[in-house]
């Protein structure tokens, strides 16, 4: 039987692929800009029309109540043309770093701001054209300071779910887009672990 290769033993400088040409054909900073690249793979092949895409990071931010609830928003997506499930999310800014970013867009699209902050993860939308780089947040200790005032191109409305109704709507498909998905399900998994947590010590002897 064939023995599989760990992990670490591909991802080595030995596969990198060599740029031999560039030439940009869209321009349009800062949402998008696509690359036509002339490439020479680890094996010699050459590839004359090899594309990848730059487009700006964002953070996407899984926040709790404290009744243990998840903050959600609803917002049309003219992409596919549907009113969708998100959760808090934006572009950031240039030179802005992602928690900050996070913190932001919380509070523009929701009006609340969270006491505490955990990173869930960064993670490409897509491995083989760059695209963007999506920061994960879990974000607790939450309180409204504010009215939402997102400023977008259309209303993104807060709306409230327990996390067995966040987890039905990921299966009946509300939720659209792969990143917010995976954001989803990783907050999911934090808010169990600490929801269990927090369940074991209030059972803990007293001394």
Do not use: C
Request: aromatic share 6%; no cysteine.
């Amino acid at each position: 039987m064939a023995k599989h290769r760990e992990y670490a033993a591909v991802a080595t400088t030995n596969h990198r692929w060599q740029v031999l040409e560039e030439r940009l054909l869209l321009d349009k900073r800062p949402w998008l800009r696509v690359k036509e690249q002339t490439v020479r793979l680890a094996d010699g092949r050459v590839i004359d029309d090899y594309l990848v895409a730059e487009a700006p990071s964002y953070a996407i931010i899984f926040p709790v109540l404290p009744d243990g609830r998840i903050l959600a928003v609803e917002e049309y997506k003219h992409g596919i043309g549907r009113i969708v499930l998100q959760l808090p999310a934006g572009l950031l800014d240039p030179g802005e770093d992602a928690l900050t970013g996070a913190k932001r867009e919380l509070l523009e699209e929701t009006g609340y701001q969270a006491g505490t902050w955990q990173a869930l993860g960064s993670f490409y939308d897509d491995s083989n054209r760059g695209m963007s780089l999506g920061h994960y947040f879990f974000a607790t200790n939450l309180k409204q300071v504010a009215e939402p005032d997102a400023g977008d191109l259309d209303e993104v409305r807060p709306i409230v779910l327990t996390p067995t109704a966040l987890r039905a709507a990921i299966h009946a498909g509300r939720v659209t887009t792969a990143s917010v998905v995976a954001s989803m399900m990783l907050g999911l998994e934090m808010h169990s672990t600490q929801q269990g947590a927090d369940h074991v010590e209030s059972h803990l002897p007293q001394s």
